[in-house]
């Protein structure tokens, strides 16, 4: 009798993924939903508000084309993103008799894109998945890279998986009924990206802000396009996070700290406009960063319309502390992403307490 045994299980697939930029998104949706079998039927999964907004108008629109199509939504905002929500979408799905042959389309933020991502890798061990970004930073962040996942006690982001999409549809129209404050959250990352890989598009930024700001379509198409191929060239490269991934969390560290001590008063993008301004100033201190670059990261931050300050009264060394729980953190060892020059960022654990409290304390 065998005492032993191998289960070979090597992976080889193609799970390869369009990102589309289209202004006419549902034609070349329903157009493909025609022509690729990703699914029997479709669920579209929204928060309360895209639902209003968009999902209710997409689902007439594919129904009117002989699609199968249902909806689901849960109530709007981050502290939705969670298992509880997860779960009575995947009941939703049950009842609606949901199967393995069919397809989710999530439609709206960073917070539908990860939670419908999720709950397509889950439900019956994972099904086809279609992300359709409607804010920003869903646009060039979140819709692109395949990581889904809920927040929980133990803290944000803590519980996902990796569940590559379909295809992701990327429409500009959508950023027409954005607020400036969602709409600042992807100007934290488009800055950021500039100075971790391409200074292009700082150059967009600042030659462009009026036009961006009434979003006439080229530039828009531009900036936008330009940031989903350093997000997708990122984790082309890396995309378990092993090394080139974690650039993208310049900014991230501190600036997740802030967003928990301030309660999320102080919201992700904000919290990342600040982040980089601090850890800037620690380059700065160190001469890792000259003076004239960081000028120019904070004029562009200031034209944006991001803080400058912490709020009042912020405890910096909670902020400290909470550093540590990030889940970025190697153990009791953390490492930033620190800027050399425009378009190239170091790693490196060789930042003090008292580098942090000191650069806290110039934005206080
Ligand atoms: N998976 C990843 O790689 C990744 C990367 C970055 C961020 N994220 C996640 O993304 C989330 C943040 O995403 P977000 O900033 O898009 O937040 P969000 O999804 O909560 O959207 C913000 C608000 O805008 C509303 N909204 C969405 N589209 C709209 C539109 N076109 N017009 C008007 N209102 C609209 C939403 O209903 C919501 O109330 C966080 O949970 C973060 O963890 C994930
Ligand atoms: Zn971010």
């Excluded at 005492?3 to 493909?32: F, G, H």
């Excluded at 150059?203 to 828009?220: A, C, G, M, R, V």
Aim: aromatic share 8%; glycine share 8%; charged share 30%.
């Amino acid at each position: 009798m065998k005492k032993n045994m191998r289960i070979v299980a090597r992976k080889n697939i193609d799970e390869s993924y369009n990102v589309s930029y289209c202004e006419n998104y549902t034609e070349e949706l329903i157009s493909d939903l025609k022509r690729n079998y990703w699914g029997n039927k479709y669920a579209i999964i929204t928060d309360s508000q895209v639902k209003k907004l968009y999902a209710d108008e997409l689902v007439k629109k594919l129904k009117k084309a002989g699609i199968k199509v249902d909806v689901i939504s849960f109530p709007k905002g981050e502290k939705n993103k969670t298992f509880q929500s997860a779960e009575k979408l995947i009941l939703q799905l049950s009842k609606l008799n949901f199967q393995r042959k069919d397809c989710i389309i999530g439609i709206g933020g960073g917070v539908v894109g990860d939670i419908a991502g999720f709950v397509a890798s889950i439900y019956m061990r994972g099904i086809p998945f279609i992300q359709i970004p409607t804010t920003l930073l869903a646009m060039i962040d979140s819709s692109v890279g395949g990581k889904t996942g809920v927040d929980t006690e133990i803290g944000k982001n803590l519980i996902g998986t990796f569940h590559r999409p379909k295809k992701v549809y990327i429409n500009p129209e959508f950023l027409k009924s954005l607020t400036k404050k969602q709409l600042e959250n992807g100007f934290s990352e488009l800055i950021k990206y500039g100075i971790i890989a391409k200074p292009k598009i700082l150059n967009l930024l600042e030659k462009y802000k009026e036009q961006i700001l009434s979003f006439e379509p080229k530039i828009i198409q531009d900036l936008i396009m330009t940031a989903v191929d350093i997000k997708a060239s990122i984790v082309m490269q890396d995309e378990f996070e092993d090394g080139l991934r974690k650039t993208l969390n310049y900014g991230h560290t501190i600036g997740h700290a802030i967003e928990k001590v301030s309660d999320f008063t102080v919201q992700h993008g904000e919290a990342v406009g600040l982040g980089i301004r601090i850890i800037n100033s620690i380059a700065l201190n160190k001469k890792w960063f000259k003076e004239k670059d960081a000028n120019r990261i904070t004029a562009l931050l200031d034209s944006y319309g991001l803080p400058n300050k912490l709020p009042k009264n912020i405890n910096i060394e909670k902020i400290i502390d909470a550093m540590k729980s990030d889940k970025k953190a190697e153990g009791e060892i953390i490492i930033y992403v620190v800027p050399k020059k425009i378009g190239k960022v170091i790693l490196t654990n060789k930042i003090s307490k008292p580098d942090i409290r000191k650069a806290c304390k110039k934005h206080m």
